[in-house]
Nanobody
Framework: QVQLAESGGGLVQPGGSLRLSCVAS????????MAWWRQAPGKEREAIAC????????FHANSVKGRFTSSRDNAKNAVYLQMNSLKPEDTDLYYC?????????????????????WGQGTQVTVTS
């Protein structure tokens, strides 16, 4: 059974930075696109970023473009989300997800149905 474990969340002031990590086990990462989603209580889950397993293609939501960057290291079975210039509205529970044989580039339209494996989430709180 695929397991995804997020880490790196925490409390940060507006304008600060955090780097989230997600380590996958029992998963051949070269077959999977790896994505970051976030969700606040009572709201729908929102796709933030996705990194394809081939050719370096990525998707980033308009709300985070220029501030967040997703990257992956297949050798370490890990995916990362570098978050800069954080805003209070970025406060959410952030999830890592894996989508088998999925290709996500700038034209990708995210849907939760594309991702069969999810982590438990890591909380990010941006407040002064």
């Amino acid at each position: 059974q695929v397991q995804l474990a997020e880490s790196g969340g925490g409390l940060v002031q507006p304008g600060g930075s955090l780097r989230l990590s997600c380590v996958a086990s029992k998963l051949a990462m070269k077959r999977y696109a790896m994505a970051w989603w976030r969700q606040a209580p009572g709201k729908e889950r929102e796709a933030i970023a996705c990194a394809s397993s081939v050719d370096g293609a990525t998707f980033h939501a308009n709300s985070v473009k220029g501030r967040f960057t997703s990257s992956r290291d297949n050798a370490k079975n890990a995916v990362y989300l570098q978050m800069n210039s954080l805003k209070p509205e970025d406060t959410d529970l952030y999830y890592c997800a894996a989508g088998e044989m999925l290709y996500c580039d700038s034209d990708y339209t995210p849907t939760t149905a594309d991702f069969g494996s999810w982590g438990q989430g890591t909380q990010v709180t941006v407040t002064s």
